[in-house]
């Protein structure tokens, strides 16, 4: 048996009163002359059997009563059956509250997350002060506290444009339950279960960690939402995600508040809509659907950069792949080259040595054929101002990048070390060591370790090498990061140098929100380790692992019962 | 003058206020005579000895009819005996008699003395020969039996001059009386009757075999009857070292029924041989413990 104020039973002491007073009580009585002692010495003769036994009973009654009195106010908890527990052990309990972007569906006409919030709030609320408490919501933070503080966070809990990965979030809570040394443990999901939000590994949930998971609503609305908004080649490309089989809906498409495009496309479908002719600058779109139950998912907006092509020039040493891609970069309209009529020099130029004397403003620079050029390349890398310069062979492996589209995993089989430089102007990596690099001397230098030929890489036959080569020069050649996307609300963010803008993040909910359908409760209960129980079942199942009755009240009455028969004995058998 | 301002009728504390044991005495016994419509003491034969006037409460056939037919006043007639009843009381005087439960009530020794001095008045005024013993473990004071004027004065000094004694030894003092009445006569005893029941009884049943009328008053205070106190007290016996310690709450209602048994015991085994016994409360008027005796 635990007990909540354990403090209190040193009132056990006082269980000692009657028997001390009794003691005390005896010890000096007043005396008073009586003459009928005689019949006084008769009447406690007879009585003096009845007399005793009254005063053990109530010597008996009196320590019981102080004992049950004592025992009540140390609050006892007693084992209870789900139903009947009021109050449970000291327990470690983490309450996942999935507010992701799809709980702001609406199912009957009220937003699932409020019933998730409700279910929350109810766990929360059952806490006691001897409990440990956090909430985690679809941000992934773990927040402790206080309980009222974690009810007014779930008070205020809005939907989260954030994804939230349960497996994750049920492991990140398990293991921090785990680590209090208390009775029991629980972590509670509430979470509308979508099947998206599971992840693909089983959660490592501790032995002794009870995790409940509410069940979902029983049949999601069918739902629409635009997964992805793209600019390439002068168009949108606007996919829709949600529930397969869903009807299509249009997908309209506004540049600076103007519809610019509109097309039908269902769920699973990708829909391309021309962007009109645009002057160069930044420039921010949005796609949009018809309004349905989750709204959230109904608005993605997209941005990208009209600029002009590039004027590149590449010397005869930069191979013929290299001319062979701008060639039909040109083709393309996407690079001017220089040197083929026109005032304006060059704007980026490649080559194994950088150009000081054409003027360009950028130079693409590759390793020359000849190793003993090396030492002369890195003296002029080195006159730049540049701290980058050519080193040892390196081994070969693949590209690994990430701001550089394609190229990926393409190999790499011979190449040159790139050193002395700091690792923020890495573009593109082989085997973890710098491949491609952004030399912040003066004038801008683009350094490669490998020779753009198929000897050294297999880039130039891979059909991303003419997106490389446009990247190269177009993008990167000019200190510009491609538009980047990130998981959050609806919005643009523009990165700037100077006072040049440089880069966009596009902001939107992650696509796998969209996909309302839920878990089978089976594979929830095995990749969670959960029982998946419906509101009443979950309410019912809360710390019922270590239920307990405040059993104060059954001694209260226990206590009230001896009272009343230690009345009776006293005034009765007098 | 109603019943209820009789001086007999009085509560015995506040009519003991009223001065000594003779003022006390005769009060009660003019207000008891007043009261009752004849004598109750009467002799075995009277005489006619004199007039005196008459007084509300007093009997019409003992009218003088003639001396109201001659004087035009009213007149009662007044008897001697013929042959005087000769009359004993035994007062008892131990220290349990001192004894009273409250400030406000009379001890039982106090109480005994005037209602032995009031049944003495009563008696002597009825020509009968009334005679007193004091007694404790011994017999104290002894006023033989007489008529002659002068003798209720000498019976009240006696109860004035006996102090207050130690134990109580009634059947010693009682073997000394049988001494003493020669005659047969009536016998009083006034005791709160705290000694051997069977040893006192021993005495009067002999007293009562010799052919005395014997009336037993058994005085007790009204504390005695039901018992009360505080929580817990150690109880002392003032005629012996003996004590006991006791809760009156727990042990009231056994000690009342053993009162009461007591009683019923003495009323029994008095009625069985022959004697009156009348059982008395120290806060009783004076009046109505005569009556009793009537």
């Known amino acids: 048996m635990t007990f909540l104020h354990p403090l209190a039973l040193v009132g056990l002491v006082a269980a000692a009163i009657p028997a001390l007073l009794h003691l005390l009580e005896r010890r000096v009585p007043p005396e008073a002359e009586f003459p009928p002692l005689r019949y006084l010495s008769e009447a406690e003769r007879q009585s003096a059997r009845r007399l005793k036994l009254r005063h053990l009973l109530l010597l008996i009654l009196r320590t019981l009563l102080i004992v049950l009195i004592v025992l009540a106010a140390a609050r006892p908890l007693v084992p209870a059956r789900t139903g009947g527990a009021t109050v449970h052990a000291p327990t470690a309990l983490a309450v996942i509250l999935d507010n992701s972007a799809s709980s702001g569906v609406v199912v009957d006409g009220r937003p699932v997350l409020d019933r998730l919030r409700a279910v929350a709030r109810g766990s929360l609320a059952r806490t006691a002060a001897g409990d440990r408490v956090w909430l985690i919501l679809a941000d992934g933070v773990a927040r402790g506290g206080v309980r009222e503080r974690l009810l007014a966070t779930v008070d205020s809990a809005a939907v989260s444009p954030r994804r939230l990965d349960l497996s994750a979030a049920v492991q990140q809570a398990a293991r921090l339950v785990d680590a209090e040394p208390l009775p029991a443990r629980e972590v509670h999901v509430v979470s509308d279960l979508q099947r998206t939000a599971l992840g693909a590994g089983r959660a490592d949930v501790p032995r002794g960690v009870r995790v409940l998971a509410l069940a979902p609503p029983p049949q999601p609305p069918a739902n629409r939402g635009i997964g992805t908004a793209r600019v390439t080649d002068g168009a949108v490309t606007v996919g829709v995600v949600g529930t397969q089989g869903a009807a299509a809906a249009a997908v309209t498409v506004r540049v600076r508040g103007r519809e610019v495009g509109r097309a039908l496309a269902a769920p699973g479908a990708a829909v391309s809509i021309a962007l009109p002719p645009l002057a160069p600058g930044w420039w921010v779109g949005e796609a949009t659907l018809d309004p349905d139950e989750l709204r959230a998912d109904d608005r993605r907006v997209f941005a990208w950069r009209v600029a002009p092509p590039a004027r590149v020039t590449a010397p005869q040493d930069a191979g013929p792949f290299v001319a062979a891609a701008l060639a039909v970069l040109a083709d393309g309209g996407k690079v001017g080259i220089a040197g083929a009529g026109g005032a304006r020099g060059p704007d980026v130029s490649i080559g194994e040595r950088p150009d000081r004397r054409g003027g360009a403003r950028t130079n693409v620079v590759i390793p020359p054929v000849d190793a003993a050029l090396v030492g002369q390349v890195n003296r002029a890398l080195a006159a730049g101002g540049g701290p980058w310069r050519f080193g040892g062979p390196g081994t070969p492996g693949p590209i690994a990048a990430s701001s550089v589209a394609g190229i990926d995993g393409i190999q790499v089989t011979r190449r040159y070390r790139l050193e002395g430089g700091e690792d923020s102007t890495v573009v593109a990596r082989v085997n973890g060591e710098p491949w491609l690099v952004r030399d912040p001397g003066e004038g801008r230098v683009l350094l490669l370790g490998s020779r753009l030929d198929t000897a050294w890489t297999a880039l130039p036959a891979a059909p991303a090498f003419v997106p490389f080569v446009d990247a190269l020069v177009n993008r990167l050649a000019r200190g510009e990061a491609p538009v980047a996307e990130a998981e959050g609300a609806p919005r643009v963010e523009f990165r700037t140098r100077g006072t040049d803008t440089v880069g966009a993040t596009v902001y939107g909910i992650d696509a796998r929100e969209s996909e309302l359908a839920a878990a089978p409760t089976a594979l929830v209960r095995w990749l969670l380790g959960a029982e998946v129980l419906e509101d009443p079942a979950f309410a019912a199942a809360r710390f019922a692992g270590t239920g307990r009755a405040d059993g104060s009240w059954l001694l209260l009455a226990l206590a009230l019962v001896v009272a009343v028969v230690e009345l009776g004995v006293a005034t009765l058998t007098r | ?262 009683i019923a015991a003495w009323r029994t085994a008095c009625r069985r041989h022959g004697i009156a016994y009348h059982h008395v409360l120290t806060d009783m008027p004076f009046g109505m413990a005569l009556r009793l005796l009537a």
């Open chain 2, 1 to 262: 003058m109603t019943d209820v301002q009789r001086v007999d009728l009085l509560d015995p504390a506040e009519v003991a206020r009223l001065g000594g044991i003779e003022i006390v005495a005769q009060g009660v016994v003019e207000g008891f005579l007043a009261g009752i419509h004849r004598s109750p003491f009467r002799g075995f034969s009277v005489e006619f000895t004199e007039h005196r006037a008459y007084q509300p409460g007093d009997e019409p056939r003992y009218l003088d009819w003639k001396m109201l037919a001659r004087s035009d006043r009213l007149f009662v007639k007044q008897f001697e005996e013929e042959t005087n009843l000769r009359a004993m009381i035994l007062v008892d005087a131990s220290r349990s008699m001192a004894w009273r439960g409250a400030p406000a009530r009379l001890t039982k020794r106090a109480y005994g003395d005037r209602l032995a001095a009031a049944l003495a008045l009563i008696l002597l005024r009825q020509r009968d020969a009334t005679g007193l013993i004091t007694f404790d473990e011994a017999v104290r004071e002894v006023v033989p039996a007489r008529v002659k004027s002068g003798q209720w004065a000498r019976l009240v000094r006696g109860l004035v001059r006996t102090p207050d004694g130690r134990g109580t030894a009634a059947q010693a003092a009682l073997v000394r009386l049988t001494a003493l009445l020669a005659r047969r006569g009536l016998v009083v005893l006034v005791s709160d009757l705290l000694f051997d029941r069977d040893l006192a009884l021993t005495a009067l049943r002999y007293l009562r075999h010799r052919g005395h009328q014997v009336i037993v008053v058994h005085l007790m205070d009204p504390a005695e009857a039901e018992l009360s106190g505080p929580p817990e007290v150690r109880f002392r016996d003032p005629e012996s070292a003996a004590s006991v310690v006791v809760r009156p709450r727990e042990l009231a209602r056994v000690y009342g029924e053993t009162v009461r048994r007591e």
